[in-house]
């Protein structure tokens, strides 16, 4: 799929006090609209969560998404999140002083091609802006493409807004180079489970281009997943080394100090990531991880909570609220997540946390006499069980299962 030649998420802002820079302006995102076809649930969550990314980065712009709508607005914004059509909202965003909107259409007319249209209209109907283009490669993969679509519909407002940008950093996806190579393929492998092989490519994309602060969090992101604390620590540091205020390096460098027990350092990380975005899922969900080592559970269960309703496609925020429900013996709503993180799967197989859930809900489901439900989590629970101390457990698991 085509790429651009610059992408929006990575601008660098340092303002001159020559300029004065503009309040932001709100922008409604209609939700990006498939004509024919079925896309994914988890796949438009993820496309439409790079779509909100991207327009944020352009400073003089303050995009509402549906679910902020129906969060801030009551009931114009529930009203407006049921709107078929980008035209059916106009009405709606000029009776709450939203001046403008953006509207995203895709189709396919075969495969692996689509042809998107972007437009921006003003609250009386007025077309904007608009264009059309033709990417390469199916809607799973629109979301790389989406960066390069942005900064072409909103290219005058970029070039009117430059004095206000000191530099602009060309990521490895613009360039070709060495590190693009890397990363992609670090974020195969770690997508893979393949941890040790995707920390050595993302190893190579930051020898590469060292300068470059989104390589930084990703090294620290898979070095997190390898379990070297003090490893993603250093990488997530430098990262914020390049760029102070990035949330995602925070978030990186909060996991990394959880997992090194300085739960002090984590809390300011987060704080730091939520007093910017209170709806930042992984921020509460990694304090909740704090609340539960510090055995605050009535508070892990409210943050957890929180990131679940936030992303309720992360698997990890899924298991961990299930696990908090049991331990609370509200075994019903329990079971609901936990077998909700099961359907999700990716890196929660296997988590300890998980597998002890599902042994307990299934040996507590045979002592019922309920065999169905009892196979329900004992299958999975004998399928991903590695650990060496729960052998006995695995072959409780195997004897109930026969």
């Given amino acids: 799929m085509k790429t651009t030649t610059l992408c929006l998420a990575f601008l660098i802002l340092a303002f001159s006090p020559a300029h004065a820079v503009p309040a932001p302006q709100p922008i409604y995102l209609f939700p990006i609209q498939f004509e024919g076809g079925q896309v994914a649930k988890?796949?438009?969550?993820?496309?439409?969560?790079?779509?909100?990314?991207?327009?944020?980065?352009?400073?003089?712009?303050?995009?509402?998404?549906?679910?902020?709508?129906?969060?801030?607005?009551?009931?114009?914004?529930?009203?407006?999140?049921?709107?078929?059509?980008?035209?059916?909202?106009?009405?709606?965003?000029?009776?709450?002083?939203?001046?403008?909107?953006?509207?995203?259409?895709?189709?396919?007319?075969?495969?692996?091609?689509?042809?998107?249209?972007?437009?921006?209209?003003?609250?009386?109907?007025?077309?904007?802006?608009?264009?059309?283009?033709?990417?390469?490669g199916g809607e799973a993969e629109l979301k790389?493409?989406?960066?390069?679509?942005?900064?072409?519909?909103?290219?005058?407002?970029?070039?009117?807004?430059?004095?206000?940008?000191?530099?602009?950093?060309?990521?490895?996806?613009?360039?070709?180079?060495?590190?693009?190579?890397?990363?992609?393929?670090?974020?195969?492998?770690?997508?893979?489970?393949?941890?040790?092989?995707?920390?050595?490519?993302?190893?190579?994309?930051?020898?590469?281009?060292?300068?470059?602060?989104?390589?930084?969090?990703?090294?620290?992101?898979?070095?997190?997943?390898?379990?070297?604390?003090?490893?993603?620590?250093?990488?997530?540091?430098?990262?914020l080394e390049l760029e102070a205020d990035d949330a995602s390096a925070l978030l990186a460098r909060a996991e990394a100090s959880v997992g090194l027990g300085d739960y002090g350092a984590a809390r300011k990380s987060l704080g730091d990531v939520l007093s910017a975005d209170q709806r930042n899922a992984k921020a509460h969900y990694l304090n909740g991880l704090l609340d539960r080592a510090e055995r605050k559970l009535d508070t892990a269960l409210t943050n957890f909570s929180r990131a679940v309703e936030l992303s309720p496609n992360q698997p990890e925020a899924r298991m961990q609220l299930g696990v908090a429900l049991l331990a609370q013996k509200r075994r019903d709503e329990a079971e609901?997540?936990?077998?909700?993180?099961?359907?999700?799967?990716?890196?929660?197989?296997?988590?300890?946390?998980?597998?002890?859930?599902?042994?307990?809900?299934?040996?507590?489901?045979?002592?019922?006499?309920?065999?169905?439900?009892?196979?329900?989590?004992?299958?999975?629970?004998?399928q991903y069980e590695k650990r060496p101390e729960r052998s006995r457990e695995r072959e409780q698991a195997k004897a109930l299962l026969q």
């Fill in 42 to 136: 988890q796949e438009r969550d993820w496309l439409n969560e790079v779509y909100a990314e991207e327009i944020r980065a352009l400073f003089w712009l303050k995009p509402i998404t549906v679910d902020e709508a129906k969060e801030e607005m009551g009931n114009a914004g529930s009203r407006l999140a049921a709107c078929k059509t980008p035209r059916a909202a106009l009405d709606i965003l000029k009776s709450r002083s939203i001046p403008r909107m953006i509207a995203i259409s895709v189709s396919s007319p075969k495969r692996k091609l689509l042809n998107v249209r972007a437009s921006v209209f003003d609250t009386s109907g007025r077309t904007v802006y608009e264009i059309t283009r033709e990417e390469r």
């Fill in 144 to 239: 790389y493409a989406l960066p390069g679509i942005l900064e072409e519909l909103f290219a005058q407002e970029i070039a009117k807004n430059s004095k206000h940008i000191s530099s602009i950093v060309e990521t490895g996806a613009v360039t070709g180079t060495d590190a693009d190579r890397a990363l992609d393929r670090g974020d195969e492998l770690l997508e893979e489970g393949r941890i040790d092989e995707a920390v050595a490519q993302f190893e190579q994309a930051v020898d590469a281009s060292p300068g470059l602060s989104l390589l930084w969090t990703r090294l620290a992101r898979a070095k997190n997943r390898k379990g070297d604390f003090s490893g993603a620590m250093q990488a997530a540091s430098k990262a």
């Fill in 336 to 382: 609901v997540h936990l077998g909700e993180a099961l359907r999700l799967g990716g890196v929660v197989l296997g988590h300890p946390d998980l597998l002890d859930a599902l042994f307990e809900l299934g040996t507590l489901a045979a002592k019922e006499g309920r065999g169905l439900e009892a196979r329900k989590w004992l299958e999975p629970y004998y």
